[in-house]
């Protein structure tokens, strides 16, 4: 009886679970309506259970909750409350939509964004022609160097141009300050979060950056770290290696063309005998002791070069629970330069966590820290700068000393009567060095205090410090050229630096969200509050007792020591109001007011100023009577206008600054730095645009414009001031300028799942219109070997010079033109002729005239990839039409006039009546000025670049849940097409608002193959 009763007990429980039916819910996007895989649902303290390819998944095994949690990576996450019984089918929506649709949740930005590359170490290389009115230069080659980025031009003459940086919400305030240790040493902020770190990057252009006051006239880069969304443990494992080709070198003379076109030189001016007498060197007698000292064949770029080596590691763990989720990150970017001894190391780690305190209030908290080293050269126009000296050294000599019977020793061979510092010994000796950190962290707290009403708070802190110290040698080892300083022979150099700056945000929002059928409405009310300060203290001297002592307490006499300091803070309250409506698929409208007290110019916070702007948007394509519905899903068409300020005013315009000044050779004393203008105020700004935006062929054509106009009013200028102040010139708001400018872009998507086919590109173009100069006609800006010129009414900066119109090729020509220098010498044959612009038959400063523009006249890229199964080939470029270069190495190069090294080009100099040739003769000390700044030396800056290309393949494990480890190669600046002379088209000289490409001698830019792989784990 008792095994009956068993039996039966089994039997009753196996038609129960026969009987029984499994729970299962569908999981689908919000917008496309298909079914996502890989979906975390999870109930508080239960198993974590994931959709199946079709979205599908069995929660019978959820027990009693008041919450069931949906998480998916790339989506906003669900908590469904199962008091309101479950549903059949759920939808996400991805984290860029509105739960109502993808269209209007930020009306001021159409253009989308592209996958991030995380193969760098820092973002901006990537922006090369990826983004329609987003332009990236190159500062330099060298590494931990970055990228200058424009958005939409420029809006001032004198203030900065540089895009506000906000990383999770907190600003990154700009530290790109003047360096005193290496003159054209940038600090790269982008590289202040790791590209493996990022989740998105919006780039935020003209009238959309106003909601950031004043410090968003530039435009903005808006970034998102990665926070996780999934309740699973994962651990990510990225490392790569790269190897950059060898430099390409400029085509100089060898060491027997090099010594006839000494000779060629000197002649012009010395007698044979003053030259054996002066340059022993010249002479190649084997039986001379001298010998072996002055007969090689150095190729000097090769001597300083290395193999640029670059490599990264990454490793990320994220997870957690329904109550709190977390990702942690920690990396290591290890990168040789292409000269030697020159490096960065960068150390990146992040912890960001979100923290569900109850069901209606959450905190989320961001830190990351970035530590840098590495070892520099100095890029400026010195004699220790070794790429310049491997440019200029003759090839006759070598890098160590030889002795009379060709053994070489190892003292560095000194610059002899050539005057070209060894460049060999500048890499090796000088100390060049630098290092410092950065952190930046916030807490964000929000909680729903009513129905539909959302409470915020932030508070943030960024903090960093850069230390530099330089030491350039040569006393010891007389091997580099002394630099004269302020009357004094530097015979060696020691320069220590120490930049440190501080902000801190706070604030507070609330908001007010309403969904409802299909209109969304938001409105929000936020107060922000930041402190910044900024810190910097020099120190240099010169002549220590040698070149083992490399520290300051050495230098002697202590009068050639040198001491500056500077310091600066600002504070800026934002009061923001901001509403958001879009209705019916169709309409959109956003709204603001910005009060914003700012103590920039150097007033307390007493007064302030209301920005103010607004969006409007609509879908034309949504309405019933559209004719093309089935063939155009979105067609919108946008507007946009807003004012702000200008909040980059330099410390020094607006407030009294003094400096050490040394007088005579024994005294040194303090004076007036500057002339500033406590009246000066901050510059209004209005922007405004339209634009629209097609998407066609089943979603996967998408067409866009975007026509944008700016209006600066009140510009900071350099200005006339009275005589009596003992100035020159001046700060006023006496300037005014206009920009305007189309952005077009263009993306194609094919293919089904197998097969996807990728292909897009963008162009920009800007027009500059300088209404007021103030008191000035034009303000012309002296650079290094020539002169920028910027008019009333013109259309943007111009080199400023002469005109060269050719070579004259005999006498006839020379007494047709009757022409002479401004020193009064009649110009000969094989002389440059240059235009004479007033007819006074005088070549000097009046004949000047435009020889050539600084802004291009349009630029863009093309971007697109091929992908069948697993395996991916993409791949981008860039391109520049117009703008021109100041060529500043070349007219070294072929100036002909000294006894550095010149050009292969040199050999086709004038030499006899009538030959062809747009090269003037040699002259020693240039006496007819042939090499003075002219268009002679304005090259066409054009060009396009293959920026990256990447095959890459999608390994098989790790896909079942959801996972992607890939692995890939990977080709960076890999092709350049251009007609300029110089190394590279696309380097900057110097930052800020009047950035030119001049070409001094800066690192280029370098192909490099990378080999890298990313695991899922």
Same mark, same amino acid.
């Given at each position: ?120 170490? !820092? ?212 990168? %040789? ?83 070209? !510092? ?15 950190? +950065? ?128 310091? +600066? ?63 155009? +899903?979105?067609?919108?068409? %946008? ?11 330099? #410390? ?23 002339? #500033? ?50 100035? /020159?010139?001046? #700060? ?39 209404? !007021? ?18 008019? /009333? ?15 004259? /090729? ?154 992607? +480890? ?52």
């Amino acid at each position: 009886m008792n095994n009956i009763y068993k039996i039966v007990l089994v039997f009753a429980c196996f038609l129960y679970a026969f009987g029984a039916k499994a729970q299962r819910i569908e999981v689908y996007d919000g917008v496309k309506h298909l079914p996502i895989p890989n979906v975390d649902i999870k109930s508080v303290n239960e198993e974590v259970i994931t959709t199946n390819d079709e979205g599908v998944a069995d929660i019978s095994s959820i027990t009693n909750s008041k919450f069931i949690y949906f998480r998916k990576e790339g989506y906003q996450g669900i908590d469904y409350p199962v008091k309101n019984g479950l549903k059949k089918r759920y939808y996400l929506y991805v984290e860029e939509c509105s739960r109502i649709n993808d269209k209007f949740e930020d009306l001021w930005n159409i253009e989308k964004n592209i996958d991030i590359d995380h193969s760098e170490y !820092s973002f901006d290389r990537d922006v090369r022609g990826q983004h329609a009115g987003v332009r990236a230069k190159a500062i330099s080659g060298l590494p931990g160097m970055g990228y200058e980025l424009k958005i939409h031009g420029v809006r001032s003459i004198n203030l900065s141009s540089t895009p506000l940086l906000v990383i999770d919400g907190i600003i990154y305030p700009d530290n790109n300050y003047t360096n005193d240790v290496f003159n054209e040493y940038v600090d790269n902020i982008y590289a202040n979060v790791n590209p493996s770190d990022i989740k998105s990057i919006r780039y935020l252009k003209g009238a959309a950056a106003a909601i950031y006051g004043s410090s968003g006239v530039n435009g903005a880069i808006v970034i998102e770290t990665y926070r996780t969304k999934s309740l699973k443990t994962a651990i990510n494992v990225e490392a790569n290696y790269g190897v950059s080709d060898d430099p390409t070198t400029l085509p100089l003379l060898t060491s027997g063309q090099w010594r006839n076109k000494v000779y060629e030189v000197l002649r012009t001016s010395f007698s044979d005998k003053e030259i054996q007498t002066q340059y022993r060197g010249l002479n190649n007698d084997e039986n001379n002791l001298d010998y072996h000292t002055y007969n090689n064949n150095t190729n000097w770029q090769e001597e300083i070069a290395q193999k640029s080596v670059f490599q990264k590691y990454q490793v990320n763990v994220m997870g957690g629970d329904a109550i709190a989720r977390y990702y942690l990150s920690i990396g290591l970017n290890n990168e %040789k330069g292409m000269i030697e001894n020159t490096d960065n190391q960068l150390y990146t780690a992040r912890l960001n966590t979100d923290i569900n305190i109850s069901e209606k209030s959450s905190i989320a908290v961001n830190i990351g820290y970035n530590y840098k080293s590495g070892h520099l050269i100095d890029q400026s126009y010195s004699n220790n700068n070794p790429f310049q000296a491997a440019l200029f050294k003759s090839p006759i000599l070598m890098p160590y000393k030889r002795n009379y019977m060709g053994e070489t020793l190892q003292d560095w061979d000194p610059y002899h009567s050539f005057n070209v !510092s060894n460049p060999k010994a500048i890499t090796n000796d000088n100390i060049a060095e630098y290092n410092g950190f +950065s952190t930046i962290m916030n807490v964000r707290f929000k909680t729903e205090i009513w129905k539909n009403i959302v409470f915020g708070a932030n508070v943030g802190i960024v903090n960093w410090e850069d230390r530099q110290k330089a030491f350039f040698s040569g006393k010891t080892s007389k091997a580099i050229v002394p630099e004269t300083i302020n009357d004094f022979i530097a015979l060696n150099q020691v320069k220590d630096l120490v930049a440190k700056g501080m902000s801190f945000e706070g604030g507070a929002n609330l908001g007010y969200e309403r969904i409802k059928n299909k209109s969304h409405f938001i409105f929000n009310l936020s107060a922000n509050y930041r402190s910044s300060n900024f810190s910097k203290l020099f120190a240099g001297g010169m002549n220590t007792a040698n070149d083992k002592m490399t520290l300051l307490n050495a230098v002697s006499p202590e009068n050639t020591r040198t001491i500056s300091s500077y310091y +600066s803070d600002y504070r800026v309250l934002n009061n923001l109001a901001r509403l958001r409506y879009t209705l019916n698929d169709k309409y959109g409208v956003e709204l603001f007011a910005n009060y914003e007290l700012n103590s920039i110019t150097g007033v307390d916070m007493d007064s302030g100023n209301l920005y103010y702007g607004g969006a409007i948007s609509y879908d034309i394509a949504n309405e019933r009577w559209f004719p093309l519905k089935n063939i155009i +899903s979105n067609l919108r068409i %946008k507007g946009d206008f807003a004012t702000s300020g200008n909040t980059n005013i330099p #410390f020094y315009m607006n407030n009294k600054q003094y400096a050490a000044r040394r007088f005579g050779t024994n005294s040194v004393g303090f004076t007036r730095a500057n002339i #500033f203008n406590k009246d000066l105020s901050l510059e209004e700004v209005v922007q405004s645009g339209w634009g629209a935006e097609l998407i066609t062929m089943k979603d996967m054509l998408m067409i866009s414009a975007y026509q944008w106009e700016s209006q600066t009013d009140n510009m900071v200028i350099i200005d006339k001031v009275p005589l009596e102040t003992g100035y /020159k010139e001046g #700060f006023s708001n006496s300037g005014a300028m206009s920009s305007s400018g189309l952005d077009l872009a263009a993306q194609l998507m094919l293919g089904k799942r197998s097969f996807r086919f990728t292909i897009g590109g963008n162009l920009s173009f800007i027009d500059y219109n300088y209404e !007021s100069l103030g008191n000035n006609s034009e303000l012309i800006t002296p650079i290094r070997g020539g002169n920028i010129i910027t008019a /009333k009414g013109g259309d943007g900066p111009k080199f400023y010079g002469l005109k060269m119109l050719g070579v004259y /090729k005999n006498q006839e020509e020379v007494d047709k033109h009757d022409l002479i220098t401004s020193s009064g010498l009649q110009y000969q044959p094989g002389d440059v002729l240059f235009l004479d612009k007033n007819n006074d038959h005088i070549i000097n400063e009046k004949d000047a005239t435009e020889i050539g523009k600084l802004l291009p006249d349009f630029t863009g890229g093309l971007y697109g990839s091929v992908q069948y199964k697993s395996i991916k080939l993409s791949a981008s470029l860039s391109f520049v039409e117009g703008g021109d270069i100041f060529n500043h190495i070349r007219s070294s190069l072929e100036s002909q006039s000294t006894t550095n090294n010149q050009s292969q080009s040199t050999l086709n100099a004038w030499k006899y009546p009538e030959q062809q040739t747009n090269i003037p003769k040699a002259a020693w000390g240039d006496p007819r000025k042939n090499n003075q700044f002219s268009s002679r030396w304005i090259e066409d800056g054009s060009f396009w670049r293959l920026d990256d290309i990447t095959l890459s393949y999608q390994l098989p494990f790790g896909k079942a849940k959801g996972r992607t +480890s890939v692995i890939y190669v990977k080709g960076k600046n890999l092709l350049t097409n251009t007609n300029y002379l110089g190394l590279d088209p696309d380097v900057v000289y110097r930052m800020g608002a009047r950035s030119f490409s001049g070409d001094y001698g800066k690192i280029p830019t370098l192909p490099t193959v990378l080999v890298g792989i990313n695991l899922s784990l």
